[in-house]
């Protein structure tokens, strides 16, 4: 059974930092793309950023661009989201979700149940 | 970057069928054969219902399908049952990014 689980999340002052994991089982972890969904109290979706298999190719949605820093660790399962200069606007229930292909077709098959993030003074 | 354009909601009644549209651009929806749909019930995790425009993953049912034209694509739920209300939200494929629909809320009266 696929299994996403988040963990990190939590209150944090604008400006600060906040660092989100990911664990994978379930699944091969190194066979599939990975992303970083989020959406706001009351809001839509937002695709915040990607990892292909081999973190050769990764993406990021403009609001989060210098920002946020993706990783993976394949030999751990674990997919990471490094949020640095945090504001306000990235107060959000943030999802990780496994794509279905190597290098990312965004198609999310799967998702963990989120982890949630306040920026908040 | 703009979202994708959903209706805010629609409605129907139970055994009917309902289409909701997702209207993007050219560099979007229109370029790539890459848009997904997902069910989002109150509380709980996207679920895919649709990928690669019209495929239906394992276990989906065949009253949901989807299809595309130009530059909108469309998800319709046939035989509509109370446990389809929920939130639909529709995402493709932009180019090294992907981005999402506002999402419509199913009232199934």
């Known amino acids: 059974e696929v299994q996403l689980v988040e963990s990190g999340g939590g209150l944090v002052q604008p400006g600060r930092s906040l660092r989100l994991s990911c664990a994978a089982s379930g699944f091969t972890f190194d066979d599939y793309a990975m992303h970083w969904v989020r959406q706001a109290p009351g809001k839509g979706l937002e695709w915040v950023s990607g990892?292909?298999?081999?973190?050769?190719?990764?993406g990021y949605a403009d609001s989060v661009k210098g920002r946020f820093t993706i990783s993976r660790d394949n030999a751990k399962n674990s997919l990471y989201l490094q949020m640095n200069s945090l504001r306000a606007e990235d107060t959000a229930l943030y999802y990780c979700?496994?794509?279905?292909?190597?290098?990312?077709?965004?198609?999310?098959?799967?998702w963990g149940q989120g982890t949630l993030v306040t920026v908040s003074s | 970057q703009s979202a994708l354009t959903q209706p805010a909601s629609v409605s129907g009644s139970p055994g009917q069928s309902i289409t909701i549209s997702c209207t993007g651009t050219s560099s979007d929806v229109g370029s790539y054969n890459l848009v997904s749909w997902y069910q989002q019930h109150p509380g709980k995790a996207p679920k895919l219902m649709i990928y690669e425009g019209s495929k239906r993953p394992s276990g989906v049912s065949n009253r949901f399908s989807g299809s595309k034209s130009g530059n909108t694509a469309s998800l319709t739920i046939s035989g509509l049952q109370a446990e389809d209300e929920a939130d639909y939200y529709c995402c493709s494929y932009a180019g090294s990014r992907w981005v999402f629909g506002g999402g419509t809320k199913l009232t199934v009266l």
């Open positions: 990892i292909s298999w081999n973190s050769g190719s990764i």
């Open positions: 979700a496994k794509d279905m292909s190597l290098v990312g077709s965004g198609t999310f098959d799967y």
